[in-house]
């Protein structure tokens, strides 16, 4: 049981973590706090929090549990704003796409990561974002990758885990440098393609007319280019080298597939289709 919670950044996020922990009575009490009063307020509106502050220092006071939910360019400036308030015993978790960005802007910021700092990840989302986006099932048998550190509390661990698992969630562990290269691979360049893929098409000169005639396939490949801006522009300035990494091993790849066209390759084009069916068929279901 949560004594107090207090999330930095009521959105998606946030805002999903604190309507599961609510329903499933498993926090007393939620505190918001973030840079609009009028986001908070809708917060409060919907049932999601209990109260909030515009004040960070405020926000943190008594809290046993604070969440860092913001923007990844957000998390250093709002470790900066408590460094002095966070309660001793308080544990501090965030939710960040990119784990060592976290762990160094939180390092930054209180000179050395507290030792009930534990960073975590849900392999959760939409395309949605803000407070009226967010929904209790969110992360129900999802996984959240917790990417403790050598100095990382075990009881601080055994309370993130705890509240991801009554939120639902699978819970993984692994380190900050390898979740970071997962995901530039399964997360960051999925969503890169789709916003690049997109913008090149809006781009075009007949635009219309691509957008008018495109079907499932193309709304099914580019679902996420619908998703925040902010939070992916912060993405990959957050996890540039993994990112450059994977794309370079994809551009190669995608050269491979151009070759293939540009000399009718039809049995190169046909293994590769086949192994990528047989890889996704295998996965996706
Ligand atoms: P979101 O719905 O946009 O929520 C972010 C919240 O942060 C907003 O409520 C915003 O409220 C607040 N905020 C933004 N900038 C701030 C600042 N400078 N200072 C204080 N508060 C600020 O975003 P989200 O999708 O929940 O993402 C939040 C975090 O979760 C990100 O770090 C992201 O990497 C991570 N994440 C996202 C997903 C996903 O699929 N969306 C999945 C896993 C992890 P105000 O406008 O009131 O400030």
């Given at each position: 049981?949560?004594?107090?919670?207090?999330?930095?950044?009521?959105?998606?996020?946030?805002?999903?973590?604190?309507?599961?922990?609510?329903?499933?009575?498993?926090?007393?009490?939620?505190?918001?706090?973030?840079?609009?009063?009028?986001?908070?307020?809708r917060a409060v509106e919907r049932g999601v929090i209990d109260?909030?502050?515009?004040?960070?220092?405020?926000?943190?006071?008594?809290?046993?549990?604070?969440?860092?939910?913001?923007?990844?360019?957000?998390?250093?400036?709002?470790?900066?704003?408590?460094?002095?308030?966070?309660?001793?015993?308080?544990?501090?978790?965030?939710?960040?796409?990119?784990?060592?960005?976290?762990?160094?802007?939180?390092?930054?910021?209180?000179?050395?990561?507290?030792?009930?700092?534990?960073?975590?990840?849900?392999?959760?989302?939409?395309?949605?974002?803000?407070?009226?986006?967010?929904?209790?099932?969110?992360?129900?048998?999802?996984?959240?990758i917790l990417t403790p550190l050598e100095t990382t509390r075990?009881?601080?661990?055994?309370?993130?885990?705890?509240?991801?698992?009554?939120?639902?969630?699978?819970?993984?562990?692994?380190?900050?440098?390898?979740?970071?290269?997962?995901?530039?691979?399964?997360?960051?360049?999925?969503?890169?393609?789709?916003?690049?893929?997109?913008?090149?098409?809006?781009?075009?000169?007949?635009?219309?007319?691509?957008?008018?005639?495109?079907?499932?396939?193309?709304?099914?490949?580019?679902?996420?280019?619908?998703?925040?801006?902010?939070?992916?522009?912060?993405?990959?300035?957050?996890?540039?080298?993994?990112?450059?990494?994977?794309?370079?091993?994809?551009?190669?790849?995608?050269?491979?597939?151009?070759?293939?066209?540009?000399?009718?390759?039809?049995?190169?084009?046909?293994?590769?289709?086949?192994?990528?069916?047989?890889?996704?068929?295998?996965?996706?279901?």
């Amino acid at each position: 049981m949560i004594r107090r919670l207090c999330i930095f950044g009521v959105g998606l996020i946030g805002g999903s973590l604190a309507l599961a922990l609510r329903r499933g009575g498993h926090c007393r009490e939620v505190v918001g706090c973030s840079r609009s009063e009028q986001h908070l307020a809708r917060a409060v509106e919907r049932g999601v929090i209990d109260s909030y502050s515009l004040d960070a220092v405020e926000a943190v006071r008594d809290a046993d549990m604070v969440l860092l939910a913001v923007p990844l360019g957000a998390m250093g400036p709002v470790c900066t704003s408590i460094r002095d308030a966070l309660p001793v015993d308080a544990v501090l978790t965030d939710v960040g796409s990119a784990k060592a960005s976290v762990v160094h802007a939180v390092s930054a910021a209180f000179g050395v990561a507290p030792s009930g700092f534990v960073p975590g990840h849900p392999i959760a989302g939409t395309e949605q974002s803000g407070v009226d986006a967010a929904f209790p099932e969110l992360f129900q048998d999802r996984r959240v990758i917790l990417t403790p550190l050598e100095t990382t509390r075990k009881d601080a661990l055994d309370k993130v885990r705890a509240m991801w698992q009554a939120a639902g969630a699978v819970v993984e562990e692994m380190s900050v440098t390898h979740h970071d290269e997962v995901l530039a691979a399964t997360s960051h360049l999925p969503h890169l393609l789709a916003f690049g893929l997109v913008d090149s098409l809006a781009r075009m000169g007949e635009s219309e007319e691509i957008f008018r005639y495109a079907a499932g396939g193309f709304r099914d490949f580019t679902r996420i280019a619908s998703s925040d801006p902010v939070m992916w522009r912060d993405i990959c300035l957050a996890n540039s080298e993994a990112i450059l990494e994977v794309m370079k091993h994809y551009r190669e790849d995608l050269d491979g597939i151009t070759e293939a066209v540009k000399h009718g390759d039809g049995d190169l084009l046909l293994e590769i289709f086949r192994r990528a069916k047989a890889a996704r068929d295998r996965f996706c279901h």
